[in-house]
């Protein structure tokens, strides 16, 4: 069993920035999966960014060029760097890891994006 904590989340206006960090702790093997999704008020929750042990990175076309994801192997932790937000961009975000074809998940950040 894998367990997240995320950490980051807050206000900030439209146009600024934040980053957000996850920890992975427990029965964590290689290779796995793992990145962001994010729920917004009365909407599914979706992808945002994923990275596997790898290195390989997967974006929604929402965030490309304005998000970036990093991770380190060593560390199990995975961050997601937002720029140039925008208040669709305001929901809860989760982190997620993924091995064995098993998903695990954070309790959740809430971004909030003025404008």
């Known amino acids: 069993q894998v367990q997240l904590v995320e950490s980051g989340g807050g206000w900030v206006q439209a146009g600024g920035s934040l980053r957000l960090s996850c920890a992975a702790s427990g029965s964590i093997v290689s290779p796995n999966v793992m990145g962001w999704y994010r729920q917004a008020p009365g909407k599914q929750r979706e992808l945002v960014a994923l990275?596997?042990?790898?290195?390989?990175?997967n974006y929604a076309d929402s965030v490309k060029g304005r998000f970036s994801i990093s991770r380190d192997n060593a560390k199990n932790t995975v961050s997601l760097q937002m720029n140039s937000l925008k208040s669709e961009d305001t929901a809860v975000y989760y982190c997620?890891?993924?091995?064995?074809?098993?998903?695990?998940w954070g309790k959740g950040t809430l971004v909030t994006v003025s404008s």
């Open positions: 997620n890891h993924k091995q064995n074809g098993i998903n695990s």
């Open positions: 990275m596997n042990s790898g290195g390989n990175t």
